[in-house]
Nanobody, 119 residues
Framework: QVQLVESGGGLVQPGGSLRLSCAAS????????MGWYRQAPGKQRELVAG???????NYADSVKGRFTISRDNAKNTVYLQMNSLKPEDTADYYC?????????????WGQGTQVTVSS
């Protein structure tokens, strides 16, 4: 099985920065894509940023220019650098990975980490 360990959430003031980390562990043949989703109270979960094995990145319109997703392939870790944070960024952030293990394709979610942007 694949385990995702998230860290980096917390409380920051508007305009501040946070960096989220998500490390995938377990027997993984390859990771096809990793990404970050978020869900605010009363709203649907949405994709914030994703990165494929080939390095292609995509972002939600609301975070373009402020957030940057990156990965360390050797560590099977994905990061989300969040700058110029706004109150509307407040949400639970979930790491997600698509990959391949011996049994075939897998899809795994992290436990979530809370980000609160408030003065």
């Amino acid at each position: 099985q694949v385990q995702l360990v998230e860290s980096g959430g917390g409380l920051v003031q508007p305009g501040g920065s946070l960096r989220l980390s998500c490390a995938a562990s377990g027997v993984i043949f390859s990771i096809d894509a990793m990404g970050w989703y978020r869900q605010a109270p009363g709203k649907q979960r949405e994709l914030v940023a994703g990165i494929t094995s080939g390095g292609r990145r995509n972002y939600a319109d609301s975070v373009k220019g402020r957030f940057t997703i990156s990965r360390d392939n050797a560590k099977n870790t994905v990061y989300l650098q969040m700058n110029s944070l706004k109150p509307e960024d407040t949400a639970d952030y979930y790491c997600h990975v698509r990959g391949t293990v011996v049994a075939g394709p897998i899809s795994s979610w992290g436990q979530g980490t809370q980000v609160t942007v408030s003065s």
